[in-house]
């Protein structure tokens, strides 16, 4: 499975938490993150972690690509609750294609682990069939030609 993390900064600590405690089914896929979100989970977990650029010069805008061609299949984004910060475009344009590609997503902790754990158990296999960079589908790609 392909997994994108994403952590505003004043998440970063509870996101490196929640990948310590859940590294052993996370360590089983591959993951992308922006790029201070993923050193400090790296670091944290020595978890093999796809690092993009920063979120503020347009990793969120990579990890929103991806989604929108359809090649995440989770998404862990944990966003700041502050009540004065509004969520910027990219914010809202993840959740908007992440709903509409069908790919799951946690902006929070009791989410992300009823997710992460469903995940153990298989139950987000069904996404293997319709990302076009599964190992399912490439192998499927191998048998049409």
Same mark, same amino acid.
């Given at each position: 499975? $392909?997994?994108? %993390? %994403? ?7 509870l996101m490196a938490e929640f990948c310590i405690a859940y590294c052993g089914i ?5 993951l992308c993150a922006t790029q201070l979100t993923g050193k400090y989970i790296s ?13 503020? %010069? ?7 690509? @991806?989604?929108?061609?359809? $090649? %995440?299949?989770l998404v862990f984004y944990f966003r700041s609750t502050e009540p004065n910060e509004? &969520? ?14 069908? !790919?799951?997503?946690?902006?929070? *902790?009791?989410?992300?682990? !009823?997710?992460?754990?469903? *995940?153990? @158990?298989? $139950?987000?296999?069904? @996404? $293997? *069939?319709?990302? &076009? ?13």
């Amino acid at each position: 499975m $392909e997994i994108a %993390i %994403i952590a505003d900064d004043n998440k970063k600590e509870l996101m490196a938490e929640f990948c310590i405690a859940y590294c052993g089914i996370l360590s089983r896929h591959n993951l992308c993150a922006t790029q201070l979100t993923g050193k400090y989970i790296s670091e944290a977990t020595g978890l093999e972690i796809e690092q993009l650029m920063s979120g503020s %010069i347009g990793g969120g805008e990579q990890i929103l690509s @991806r989604v929108a061609y359809n $090649e %995440i299949d989770l998404v862990f984004y944990f966003r700041s609750t502050e009540p004065n910060e509004t &969520p910027g475009v990219t914010e809202q344009n993840m959740l908007r294609l992440c709903d509409e590609h069908n !790919v799951p997503v946690a902006t929070n *902790l009791a989410t992300a682990e !009823v997710l992460v754990l469903a *995940l153990d @158990r298989g $139950e987000l296999n069904w @996404r $293997e *069939l319709v990302n &076009p960079t599964s190992r399912l589908a490439r192998n499927r790609g191998v048998q049409d030609t």
